[in-house]
């Protein structure tokens, strides 16, 4: 008889019962009810195929062997049972209550705790574990928002090492600091950021040379100046990876004192920066470059918001204001136009996605939701950071030493395939998953209805962008070589980076080449580690604004469009980006049956049909700023009670896999006030 294949992947719980086993090659395979093993969502293990589900199209295994546990701390609800103390996950694909061991006085029912595992249970055995933090009573966000950042290992507060070593760096440039370095205080330097922007970790210069070319200045704080290789400050950065952003907070990758203070470059005082200086034709086209540490000394600090005004000519007590920096602006953006159209050219997708913002009053409560569109200076910074970081790419990787590569491969086959069929249906027949092949379809998509649809299809086709020690190229930006250099305040590969360009200007790389190499590729793992959980928190921790800010919309209308499918509803997209479930029940009619393919939820006597993209009115019937869960129905139906294990999106494209979306195909960050980097 024939041995039964056994594969190694991830068990992945759906909270009802079933699984999915995400393998490290092939399909996936579904795990049916009493088939886990005792295996836990996220755990690594081993499985064995049972069967071939023909008409479920996939094949069916069971686990036999749990290999390494994934949820090593679990937080949740504590309630008291028999004397008992329990925790209720706050995750639906987890099993409960886990019974709590603690030694702690003072310990109420209704607080929302972290509980470190020691047994995952089994049989009649319950799982157990120890108490390890609360976070205040389990019905209120802020518990909630805590409870995410512990769990995806997010420290608000910096070790005491940190803040002492902190204290030793002076706020001021020491004289020094300048030897060796160009100095361009002379020049006109600006900073462009959102109005509520606190670090400026770049500035923008633009002249033109003896020849008429443009010279186009990017400055970036010289955070590796002050931030030396395995000092607790580094270490502790390592770590983090990444500053997280959510609503009217930050958890910073490195202490206000120097992200705020002489790391952030502030007007009218001198600052140590990295400039990326590009000498370009009329067209936008480098023609030679210089990287150089400098000193600068910004000019003026600029918004957003005023800029945009500035170069749409609509306030001339503005204009009046910033008259000596205007003609550079107007300049910066027409620049920033042929750069834009340069990218277009080669293969650069052009993906109008819009992103919603949560808007906080001082006490820290949602009071509105915006969506927030790219300006003209939005755009032009943008453009600006975008060739900086692949003319150091190109640099680095030209001299052939270590960086740390921000890359972007090609969709899968599979992927393609995917949003193949789903366009279809709207009278599209794409031809490949080339940068060019997907630009037309979203063009062909532009002003049309499904326009949204269109676009949120085709970021979901995208594989998930990370960091390599590798050059591999940028498949989104169809740039050959591409980095994160413009950023070091907030992302530790940008840190890096600098590094490697200070020991190249020193001289000192020869020496340092195998040190760093190995500390580049340690960085492109653990960054990329740490980003995925920064993503995560924020989209998790966003859920619950949103849901408190939609608990004062109960019983209100919203036009909105459907954003998810799925066997149990739709998921709709109102109010700025907004999502909550419109449940199957919910709908008018008879039963509803699920056609993944196509994301489309037909009735099954062929007159109703809902899909992807479509259009749709609906009210708010509930909203839990806890759970982060929004409910709607119809206008004029009736609420439907939200059953339990429901709260998880599944996507038409199999997101078990690699997904990716605009942020993280491009730069990873978008932050608060609309720079992307």
């Not at 210069?205 to 955070?223: F, P, Q, Y």
Request: aromatic share 6%; with cysteine.
């Amino acid at each position: 008889m024939k041995e039964k294949q056994e594969l190694t992947g991830t068990y992945q719980a759906s909270g009802r019962g079933f699984g999915f086993l995400i393998p490290e090659e092939g399909e996936d395979c579904f795990i049916p009810p009493r088939a886990n093993g005792g295996a836990w969502n996220g755990d690594k293990v081993v499985a064995r195929i049972t069967e071939e589900d023909s008409s479920a199209g996939r094949r069916v295994a069971k686990v036999v062997q749990v290999l390494e546990r994934a949820n090593k701390t679990v937080t949740g609800e504590l309630e008291r049972r028999d004397h008992a103390l329990w925790l209720n996950p706050d995750s639906e694909r987890l099993p409960g209550p886990i019974q709590v061991f603690t030694k702690r006085k003072g310990v109420r029912p209704g607080e929302r705790a972290a509980v470190a595992m020691t047994s995952f249970g089994g049989g009649k055995t319950a799982p157990m574990g120890t108490l390890r933090e609360r976070f205040g009573p389990a019905d209120r966000r802020e518990s909630a928002v805590e409870a995410i950042l512990y769990t995806h290992d997010i420290e608000r507060a910096f070790p005491p090492a940190v803040m002492d070593q902190t204290e030793t760096i002076p706020q001021t440039v020491e004289a020094s600091a300048l030897t060796g370095r160009l100095d361009l205080r002379g020049k006109t330097i600006i900073t462009i950021d959102g109005a509520s922007s606190k670090d400026f970790d770049d500035a923008v210069s633009l002249e033109k040379d003896e020849k008429g070319r443009w010279v186009l200045g990017v400055h970036i704080a010289d955070v590796s100046h002050y931030v030396q290789p395995g000092t607790p400050l580094d270490l502790e950065a390592f770590e983090r990876g990444t500053s997280v952003y959510f609503a009217d907070q930050v958890v910073p990758m490195l202490p206000e004192a120097l992200s705020n203070g002489i790391c952030s470059l502030n007007p009218q005082v001198d600052r140590l920066a990295l400039s990326c200086i590009l000498t370009m034709d009329e067209g936008g086209g480098v023609v030679d470059h210089t990287i150089a540490k400098t000193v600068i000394r910004s000019t003026e600090r600029m918004t957003y918001e005023d800029c945009n005004v500035l170069l749409a000519g609509e306030d001339p007590v503005l204009a009046e204001r910033y008259a000596h920096i205007l003609p550079m602006l107007r300049d910066m953006a027409a620049l920033a136009k042929k750069l834009e159209k340069l990218r277009r050219n080669r293969g650069a997708l052009d993906l109008e996605t819009r992103e919603s913002y949560v808007i906080c009053d001082e006490e820290g409560k949602p009071v509105d939701v915006a969506l927030h569109q790219q300006g003209e200076s939005e755009k032009l910074i943008e453009s600006f950071m975008l060739a900086a970081n692949e003319c150091v790419a190109e640099h680095l990787n030209r001299l052939r030493k270590p960086c740390v590569y921000r890359v972007h491969e090609k969709p899968s086959d599979e992927k393609g395939e995917a949003l193949r069929t789903l366009v279809a249906p709207l009278g599209y027949d794409l031809k490949g998953t080339d940068s060019h092949a997907l630009q037309k379809l979203l063009d062909w998509a532009r002003g049309r209805p499904e326009e949204g649809a269109v676009s949120m299809m085709v970021l979901r086709s995208m594989m998930k962008a990370r960091y390599d020690g590798e050059n591999l190229g940028h498949f989104g930006l169809a740039a050959e070589y591409y980095c994160h250099f413009t950023s070091p305040i907030r992302r530790y590969p940008d840190l890096m980076v600098h590094r490697v360009l200070t020991a190249l200007l020193d001289g000192t790389l020869d020496k340092q080449e195998k040190k760093l190499t190995a500390a580049v590729q340690r960085a492109a793992v653990q960054s990329s580690q740490r980003e995925l959980a920064a993503q995560e928190a924020e989209r998790e921790i966003e859920k619950r604004y949103l849901a408190e800010f939609m608990a004062g919309h109960v019983g209100e209308r919203f036009a909105g469009v459907v954003s998810g499918v799925t066997k149990f509803g739709l998921f709709v997209s109102v109010a700025g980006g907004v999502e909550g479930l419109l449940p199957v029940e919910a709908l008018p009619g008879g039963s509803w049956h699920y056609d993944e393919a196509h994301l489309t939820l037909l009735e099954d006597n062929g007159s109703g049909r809902y899909t992807f993209g479509m259009a749709l009115e609906v009210e708010c019937s509930a909203a839990d700023p806890v759970s982060g869960q929004v409910d709607f129905i119809l206008p004029g139906g009736t609420p439907v009670a939200r059953p339990e294990r429901r709260q998880e999106k599944p996507r038409g494209d199999k997101p078990r896999r690699k997904g990716g979306g605009r942020r993280a195909m491009h730069l990873p960050k978008r932050r608060k006030g609309g720079k992307k980097r």
